[in-house]
Structures are given as structure tokens and as C-alpha cells.
């Protein structure tokens, strides 16, 4: 159980355009929704947190207006980077979380921008 | 400043023995830490979580001990295997009041050598 899926897996677009990352919970309701970025051999950085029905909340540094979230559903979140450059190449990560403590981490997704 | 550190950034030990990785915090008064596995290129997997009344807590060949006065947790492989090689975090929730959005540690990538 407590399954959480990523699409796509990897992805790479041409500078100056959007790309929607898929994040859904396979086998439960997810109460909150993470994203996390990494950058190679660094850790992961907490962009956003969003909830169902309701405006994501946004850390410190994240540009809203660049990095789009809808959590649409209990079981869905999505990220859209748009406008993407270069800079914006890392690997990005979602969790959910569900009624309990514990966060359940999709398997990544690469973004590479040319 | 406000962080996480895990003792080093790689450890490298012979199969069988016990691996032993240290996360140290400042600054924060979590009530519970996490401990992750990240393979390469994968999102990272739940491993254990301890609370901070819990001086210890163990699944299989792992152990994980919390100190809230050192501020710092040990996390323990016993008679490790090469499959046991990952970058493991630990990683907390820095509020009292539950905000779920986790600090993560640097990471150790472990290498358990045959």
C-alpha cells in the first residue's frame, strides 16, 4: 500500500516552454501534497505544499508564477514549470501525505531543459 | 543558521559489518525524525520514524536511536550486504506544530563493499 506515482519519469523540452508533471496517490487519499526538488548529490529542497481545493503554499525562493500547482483531486497533484530554462533542470519529487505522519515519496521525475 | 548534517557525505564498509550514520540537528526541537533510502535516479523510501519520547526503534537489521538532548539520531545496518548501498537521509519536521514540510539532511551514500 501507500503507493504514489510520478509522470513522466523523465522529460526533456526546449527552453521558454511549460511542462506538467503528474503526481497521484494509487491507493489513498492523499490529505497533502509535496514538492521537492534536488540537485545532483545535493538533498531535497521543499519547493511547495499544496492541499486539496486550495491555493499552494509556496517556500521561501520558489517563484509561484513559475512553478504552477493544482491539486485538483485527493489522489492528484500537478506541477507545471512554465517558461522553462535551463536553471530549471533537476529532478523533481512529490509526496503525499495521508491521514498519518508519514510522507510517501513518488519515484522522481527528471526534467532536463535545452 | 538552522540546518541538518549527516556526518559524511560517504561511507564505505565490508559486508557484514555495521554500518553506523549520524544526523545531527541545530536549532530545532522535532518531535519525531525520519530515516530515508534513496537509490539513484528514485525518489526516496520510508524506512523507520522515531518519536522523541523513543530512545530507539528497530525493523529487521536496522536500528535507529534518537537523542533529543544531543540532538542527534544514529541509524544502524546491521551485517550490512551491498544491496544496502544507497544515500540514506534523515529528515524532520522543524514546527511542534505538525506543518509536515521536512528538513532533509545532506545525505551519507553508503557503499558496502563485497
Not at chain 2, 4 to 10: F, K, L, P, T, V
Not at chain 2, 32 to 61: A, C, H, M, S, T
Request: net charge positive; charged share 20%.
Amino acid at each position: 500500500g501507500a503507493v504514489v506515482s510520478q509522470h513522466p519519469s523523465w522529460v526533456i523540452c526546449k527552453s521558454g516552454t511549460s511542462v506538467k508533471i503528474e503526481c497521484r496517490s494509487l491507493d489513498f487519499q492523499a490529505t497533502t501534497m509535496f514538492w521537492y526538488r534536488q540537485f545532483p548529490k545535493q538533498s531535497l529542497m521543499l519547493m511547495a505544499t499544496s492541499n486539496e481545493g486550495s491555493k499552494a503554499t509556496y517556500e521561501q525562493g520558489v517563484e509561484k508564477d513559475k512553478f504552477l500547482i493544482n491539486h485538483a483531486s485527493l489522489t492528484l497533484s500537478t506541477l507545471t514549470v512554465t517558461s522553462a530554462h535551463p536553471e530549471d533542470s533537476s529532478f523533481y519529487i512529490c509526496s503525499a501525505r495521508d491521514t498519518s505522519i508519514k510522507q510517501y515519496f513518488g519515484p522522481g521525475t527528471r526534467l532536463t531543459v535545452t | 543558521s538552522q540546518k541538518i548534517e549527516q556526518n559524511s557525505e560517504a561511507l564505505n564498509i565490508q559486508e557484514g559489518k555495521t554500518a553506523t550514520l549520524t544526523c545531527n540537528y541545530t536549532n530545532y526541537s522535532p518531535a519525531y525524525l525520519q530515516w530515508y533510502r534513496q537509490d539513484p535516479g528514485r525518489g526516496p523510501v520510508f524506512l523507520l520514524l522515531i518519536r522523541e519520547n523513543e530512545k530507539e526503534k528497530r525493523k529487521e537489521r536496522l536500528k535507529v536511536t534518537f537523542d533529543t538532548t544531543l540532538k542527534q539520531s544514529l541509524f544502524h545496518i546491521t551485517a550490512s550486504q551491498p544491496a544496502d548501498s544507497a544515500t540514506y537521509l534523515c529528515a524532520l519536521d522543524p514546527t511542534t506544530s505538525g506543518t509536515y514540510k521536512y528538513i532533509f539532511g545532506t545525505g551519507t551514500r553508503l557503499k558496502v563493499l563485497a
